[in-house]
């Protein structure tokens, strides 16, 4: 029997909506949970002043810092690299069997779990460099890893500029270099920043990779050869050890709102610039 | 006096298949010459052949040459981009970049290194060339995307302009255009052939009728024939030139 196209439109609408509900209702019901448990704890005083006792008592001032550090850093590194090798493997070499396979390889990077990283930048730049658990190891091998979503996102965001827009370019005299600085990357910036920001929520909730390069230190850093703790660690060890519940979920709480408020931040940057330009 | 262009024995392949076959045709300076025939027939291709946008497409190879001012562009040693700025290019679609309408007017004199009162100057003298100055001078600083098609088509012949070229190519420039903003452009492009040389491709055989002083008609990637406007349209040589301008193919 057939069944009447009212009956499965109505379907459609009920299934596609009530997947988009549930999906809400999870992320709410995340940050609902971790608020919760945590704001109690949150102030001010937590946020800037120094912990005592390993995180029994005190803030968590330096674990923000190194939170803000260590993608900071990543980002700092993996977006000039991954958005040159977007702009050289879509504008710079014709599609042939040598970019599929760097395409095959980024891809692949892409997938190799974080702690498989964190071992890496361990052997490395922790060791072998000799760079020590420091900012610096950590925030290298961050960039690693967050190397292919960028690379990837700009690779995509590249080829979505029309095709027309440089053959007007090339035809008013550009060169090429000319064409990707003027036309190709302020049209791709919005997809480009995406892939920038997916970086950083990767890197900032990190903490398989970071334990390993950056260390645990608890104390102030002073350079970028100095250990730190980030947020996510800090959650990690204060849960782990049983130090203190209450201050894991007032981390916690800090590091939710901290990726939220970055997320809105370049949402609210991204919609500036494209308002400006249309 | 010798010819602008002089393009002998010109032939374009896209991966081995041939699209434009052995092409010989000297254009003159100051003039238009329009080109006709029908989709398919190579003009678009003969066009980009003529300031070497053909080789943006991967699998493209050009034989024969094609002489501007007495040099081979295809000749390794030549500069395609200082070609480029001395052939302009208008599309058939209006292409628009999304950037204010001074900076796609300055877009080619600027990569140059213009000076900005210099920028300014172009910026008037090619909007009015264009016929838009007058739609457009209190808002240069606005998007160029809230033109209309038109307006915008305008804009890119403006743009073109800017570039001070020597030889102007027009693809279909008014294929989607209404026959007010046809009118301008044709307009433009009759004062414009006193300073520069004009190459139009349309697919509307009354436009080539009513404003080029050369006709050329292609069919299948080969010229079939060329030479006054004039006598194309009265006493075509070839039958098939004949068939095309009085409806009965294409």
Redesign the interface.
């Given at each position: 029997m057939r069944i009447p196209p009212r009956i499965t439109q109505l379907g459609a609408i009920l299934i596609l909506g009530s997947a988009t509900l549930l999906t809400l209702a999870v992320l709410a019901f995340i940050i609902v949970f971790v608020l919760e448990k945590g704001l109690p704890v949150l102030s001010l005083r937590f946020l800037f002043t120094n912990p005592q006792d390993m995180g029994r008592a005190g803030g968590i001032f330096p674990t923000l810092v190194g939170t803000a550090l260590l993608p900071l850093l990543a980002v700092a590194i993996a977006t000039p690299l991954g958005v040159g090798t977007a702009v050289f493997l879509t504008e710079y070499t014709?599609?042939s069997r040598v970019t599929n396979i760097i395409r095959f390889g980024t891809d692949c990077l892409a997938g190799i779990p974080s702690i498989i990283f964190g071992l890496f930048g361990f052997i490395f730049f922790v060791t072998t460099l000799r760079m020590g658990w420091s900012i610096a190891s950590g925030g290298l091998t961050l960039a690693f890893m967050i190397l292919p979503t960028i690379i990837r996102t700009s690779e995509e965001a590249v080829k979505a500029v029309?095709k027309?827009?440089?053959?007007?370019?090339?035809?008013?005299?550009?060169?090429r270099w000319?064409t990707v600085r003027?036309?190709i990357l302020?049209?791709a910036l919005p997809g480009i920043v995406t892939g920038v920001m997916l970086g950083v929520g990767r890197s900032i909730g990190e903490t398989a990779a970071v334990i390993f390069t950056a260390g645990s230190s608890l104390r102030m850093p002073t350079s970028l050869l100095d250990s730190t703790r980030t947020m996510a660690v800090h959650f990690y060890i204060l849960a782990r050890e049983g130090i203190s519940t209450e201050n894991a979920y007032g981390t916690a709480a800090a590091l939710v709102i901290a990726v939220l408020s970055v997320n809105l931040l370049a949402y609210w940057l991204m919609h500036r610039v494209m308002a400006k330009?249309? | 006096m010798n010819p602008k262009i002089d393009i002998q024995g010109l032939s374009v392949y896209f991966n081995r298949v041939p699209y434009l076959r052995s092409v010989h045709l000297a254009v003159p300076a100051n003039r238009i010459l329009g080109i006709i025939g029908p989709s398919g027939s190579g003009k678009t291709t003969f066009l980009r052949a003529l300031n070497r946008m053909n080789e943006l497409e991967p699998g493209s190879h050009v034989e024969g040459s094609a002489l501007l001012d007495g040099q081979d562009i295809y000749h390794p040693q030549y500069d395609v981009v200082g070609l480029r700025k001395k052939v302009g290019m208008v599309f058939a679609l209006p292409v628009a970049l999304p950037m204010s309408i001074y900076d796609n007017v300055v877009y080619g004199p600027r990569l140059s290194g213009n000076q900005r009162h210099r920028l300014d100057e172009l910026v008037e003298t090619s909007l009015k060339a264009a016929f838009l100055w007058d739609e457009v001078k209190d808002r240069l600083k606005t998007s160029a995307l809230r033109l209309s098609g038109g307006q915008q088509q305008r804009l890119c012949l403006a743009r073109t302009l800017a570039l001070e070229p020597e030889v102007i190519l027009l693809d279909e420039p008014c294929s989607g255009l209404d026959p007010i903003s046809t009118a301008k452009i044709e307009e433009a492009l009759t004062l414009l052939k006193e300073r520069y040389t004009i190459i139009l491709v349309t697919n509307n055989t009354k436009q080539a009728a009513r404003i080029s002083n050369e006709t050329a008609f292609f069919l299948m990637g080969e010229m079939v024939e060329a030479g006054p406007t004039e006598r194309i349209f009265t006493g075509p040589s070839d039958k098939r030139t004949n068939d095309y301008i009085t409806g009965r193919f294409g």
């Open positions: 014709r599609e029309p027309s827009f440089r053959e007007v370019s090339f035809s008013l005299g550009a060169t000319q003027k036309v302020p049209n330009r249309s | -």
